[in-house]
């Protein structure tokens, strides 16, 4: 089992920046891609961006390159997002989401945090 507990969302104006954080606990998750996705009401879930935990590999959605960076901190097991230049569309619950490496689903999802981004 992998535990997920995200962090960091609120109410920021356009072109603002937020930090999500998703702490980890369980499992050694040295061999897990982590990933973050968000879901807007109505809409369905979508991918915005992962990071290989062993070796940092990191990819992202078209729609947040340039301005979302995915990172991660070893020594305390936590993935980061950090979103620059925040838009409407932006607005979104966001979801921490943890996968082996071999699988193509993700395994263990944490409970979502909500980002609101003001025009």
């Known amino acids: 089992q992998v535990q997920l507990v995200e962090s960091g969302g609120g109410l920021v104006q356009a072109g603002g920046s937020l930090r999500l954080s998703c702490a980890a606990s369980?499992?050694?998750?040295?061999?897990?891609?982590m990933g973050w996705f968000r879901q807007a009401p109505g809409n369905e879930r979508e991918f915005v961006a992962a990071i290989r935990w062993s070796g940092g590999s990191a990819y992202s959605a078209d729609s947040v390159k340039g301005r979302f960076t995915i990172s991660r901190d070893n020594a305390k097991n936590t993935v980061y997002l950090q979103m620059n230049s925040l838009k409407p569309e932006d607005t979104a619950v966001y979801y921490c989401?943890?996968?082996?490496?071999?699988?193509?689903?993700?395994?263990?999802w944490g409970q979502g945090t909500q980002v609101t981004v003001s025009s």
């Open positions: 369980g499992r050694t998750i040295s061999s897990y891609v």
């Open positions: 989401a943890a996968r082996l490496v071999i699988h193509r689903e993700y395994d263990y």
